[in-house]
C-alpha cells in the first residue's frame, strides 16, 4: 500500500512531467471506484493547466484553475504518466490528456483508491483533509505521539497508524520506525517514556526521509515513467517489514509476526521491547 514516501514520489515524478501543462482531454470509466468517478466534475478541467500538485499525508491534491482533485492511492492504485499512443494498462479508470501527446492515468486494479474533482475552493476542506495530524516530515512528530501517549492506550504500531496522529504514515515504515526506535509494536503508547518517545520520533522522520531520498534517487535515473512502466516505486531496504523468520540485522535474532488490530506486526524479539 502506497505510504507518504510513495506518494511523494509519485507527487514529484508528476509535477516534473505536468506541471503547467494544459489538459485537453479527459476520459472517465465506468467502474466503481471507492467513491465514484464524476465524468461532469472531470470535464470541468479541460482546457485548464495544472497549476499544483501537493500532498497531504497519503492524498494528492490538485489544481486546476477552478477545478481541484483528490486522488487516494488506496491499496494498489497509482499514477501513471505516458504517451497517448502507448500501451494503456489495464485496470485504467481515469485519463487525463495533456498537451504535448501525454496522459496522465489512474490505474487501480483493486478499487480501493479514488480520484474526485471538485470546485478548488472545496479542496482544503474536503472530508478527511482536516481531520489528518501533522505532516511528520514538517510537522512536531513528538508532541503528536506525547499527545496520543496521554489519551490512548492501544499498541504504539496501532498508533502511529491513525492518520488523525500522524498523517501518512502506514504499516511498513511504522513497523521499521519501531525497530529501528527499539520499541516493540504491541507496546502501549501510554507506557512509554518521553525519553523512548523521542527516539521514535526522530525514527519515523530518519526512515521516511531516507525513503522519500531512494525514491527521489530513482526519479533521477528515469524522469517520467514511460509507456507501460510501473510507477517509480523503489527498492528501499527494509529491516523488518515481511521478514518474519528472517535474521535481525542488528543481533541476528529471528523477527516475528504478530497480528495487531487485523494487520501484521514485524518486530525483532531481541531488539525491541
Ligand atoms: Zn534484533
Not at 505516458?82 to 478499487?111: C, I, K, N, Q
Not at 543481533?251 to 521491547?273: D, M, Y
Request: charged share 25%.
Amino acid at each position: 500500500m502506497p505510504e507518504l514516501p510513495e506518494v511523494e514520489t509519485v507527487r514529484r515524478s508528476v509535477s516534473v512531467a505536468l506541471l503547467g501543462c494544459r489538459v485537453e482531454d479527459v476520459e472517465t470509466g465506468s467502474l466503481k471506484l471507492r467513491l465514484p468517478l464524476d465524468a461532469e466534475q472531470w470535464r470541468q478541467v479541460i482546457g485548464q493547466r495544472l497549476e499544483s500538485l501537493d500532498r497531504r499525508g497519503k492524498y494528492l491534491l490538485a489544481r486546476f484553475g477552478d477545478v481541484g482533485a483528490v486522488v487516494h492511492l488506496g491499496m494498489t492504485g497509482r499514477l501513471q504518466v505516458a504517451y497517448s499512443d502507448g500501451f494503456r494498462p489495464p485496470h485504467t479508470h481515469l485519463v487525463l490528456r495533456f498537451e504535448g501527446d501525454r496522459e496522465l492515468r489512474f490505474v487501480d486494479p483493486r478499487r480501493f483508491g479514488f480520484a474526485v474533482a471538485m470546485p478548488a475552493t472545496e479542496l482544503d476542506g474536503y472530508a478527511p483533509l482536516p481531520q489528518l495530524g501533522p505532516e511528520p516530515l514538517e510537522g512536531d512528530v513528538l508532541a503528536a505521539l506525547v499527545a496520543a501517549a496521554r489519551r490512548l492506550r492501544a499498541p504504539v504500531r496501532n498508533v502511529l497508524l491513525d492518520q488523525r496522529v500522524l498523517a501518512g504514515v502506514g504499516n511498513i515504515y511504522a513497523c521499521e520506525a519501531l525497530h529501528r526506535a527499539g520499541i516493540r509494536p504491541a507496546r502501549p503508547v501510554s507506557r512509554i517514556s518521553p525519553a523512548r518517545l523521542a527516539r521514535l520520533a526522530d525514527s519515523i522522520g530518519a526512515v521516511l526521509r531516507e525513503a522519500v531520498a531512494a525514491g527521489g534517487t530513482t526519479l533521477a535515473d528515469g524522469g517520467f515513467t514511460a509507456s507501460d512502466g510501473q510507477a517509480g516505486y523503489f527498492a528501499v531496504q527494509l529491516a523488518v517489514y515481511g521478514r518474519e523468520g528472517l535474521a535481525c540485522g542488528k543481533c541476528g535474532t529471528a523477527i516475528r509476526r504478530r497480528v495487531l488490530g487485523g494487520r501484521s506486526a514485524f518486530f525483532c524479539p531481541s531488539c525491541q521491547r
